[in-house]
């Protein structure tokens, strides 16, 4: 069974940075694509970056691109998303999960959801 568990969200001022932590377990990580996504309220999950099993392919929305970066650690099952330079419509709560092809970007392309995260930030 897929499990997938982030942790790393809070709340920062406009500028500010988090790094958000993902530890994966019950999939065959090392050779998954993993994502984050994002939902704020009343909206729907959107894709925010995604990193291919080897960390060759990394894919951003544009949105995000300069500002985050996700990273993987294969040996301990963990997937990160530095968040850097965070803007107000940043706040959402954040989700990682499994992608089922290498280039994975749709959210009915990705199971095993966590519970997501929580990341607001303040104007």
């Known amino acids: 069974q897929v499990q997938l568990v982030e942790s790393g969200g809070g709340l920062v001022p406009a500028g500010g940075s988090l790094k958000l932590s993902c530890l994966a377990s019950?999939?065959?990580?090392?050779?998954?694509?993993m994502g984050w996504f994002r939902q704020a309220p009343g909206k729907a999950r959107d894709f925010v970056a995604r990193i291919s099993w080897n960390s060759g392919i990394t894919d951003y929305a544009d949105s995000v691109k300069g500002r985050f970066s996700i990273s993987r650690d294969n040996d301990k099952n963990m997937v990160y998303l530095q968040m850097n330079s965070l803007k107000p419509e940043d706040t959402a709560v954040y989700y990682c999960?499994?992608?089922?092809?290498?280039?994975?970007?749709?959210?009915?392309?990705?199971?095993?959801w966590g519970q997501g995260t929580q990341v607001t930030v303040s104007s």
């Open positions: 999960a499994r992608g089922r092809f290498l280039l994975s970007s749709a959210a009915d392309e990705y199971d095993g």
């Open positions: 019950g999939l065959p990580f090392r050779s998954s694509t």
